[in-house]
Nanobody, 112 residues
Framework: QVQLVESGGTLVQPGGSLRLSCAASGFTFINYDMNWYRQAPKKEREWVAGINRGPGITGYADSVKGRFTISRDNARNTVWLQMRSLKPEDTAVYYC?????WGQGTQVTVSS
């Protein structure tokens, strides 16, 4: 069955960097667009970044553009989210997504 397993979330200071990973299995990874979403406490889940299945075209929410980078390795069935210049408002549970499938999430906390 489809599995998406996120990792890499932790506590980080403002201005710091973090890289999240999502290991995918149970489907033909190369054929699917991949996304990262996040959900902060008491807020709706929001799309953060996406990368398409083919040439790896990427897209970003305005709130993270220029600070976050999404990438994928189709040979390793993995998608990453490199986050830089982190802000307290980036604090959220980050989820990996494709189609109707979601991972369990990984907590990112940005605080001094």
């Amino acid at each position: 069955q489809v599995q998406l397993v996120e990792s890499g979330g932790t506590l980080v200071q403002p201005g710091g960097s973090l890289r999240l990973s999502c290991a995918a299995s149970g489907f033909t990874f190369i054929n699917y667009d991949m996304n990262w979403y996040r959900q902060a406490p008491k807020k709706e889940r929001e799309w953060v970044a996406g990368i398409n299945r083919g040439p790896g075209i990427t897209g970003y929410a305005d709130s993270v553009k220029g600070r976050f980078t999404i990438s994928r390795d189709n040979a390793r069935n993995t998608v990453w989210l490199q986050m830089r210049s982190l802000k307290p408002e980036d604090t959220a549970v980050y989820y990996c997504n494709t189609e109707d499938y979601w991972g369990q999430g990984t907590q990112v906390t940005v605080s001094s």
